[in-house]
């Protein structure tokens, strides 16, 4: 269990389209619609990502309307921030 849920965590970090959402999302919160003109993706891709992104905890979103609006969650930024940090100090 301990292994999948790391490679959650890595995962929501390994996709470059994840990453530039991570960057988009250090100003503050983004509607959907605004990730969507940001980054250029179609919003089935969008979802796709933002479903790996919030999985990993490292996104959170919240429903407005028919919008959904995405933060950073400091816990799960703070939390994959230790994983990678664990997994990788020498003994």
């Known amino acids: 269990m301990k292994y ?3 490679a959650i965590i890595f995962k929501a970090v390994c996709d470059e389209k994840r990453l530039r959402i991570l960057e988009l999302l250090q100003n503050g919160e983004k509607c959907a619609c605004e990730l969507i003109e940001d980054t250029g993706i179609a919003q089935s891709a969008l979802s796709y990502h933002m479903r790996i992104l919030c999985d990993s905890g490292i996104v959170t979103g919240r429903q407005e309307g028919k919008w959904i ?6 816990d799960g930024a703070t939390l994959a921030i230790q994983t990678l940090k664990n997994i990788t100090t020498v003994k």
Do not use: C, K, T
């Open 4 to 6: 999948e849920g790391n």
């Open 69 to 74: 609006h995405y933060r950073i969650n400091e």
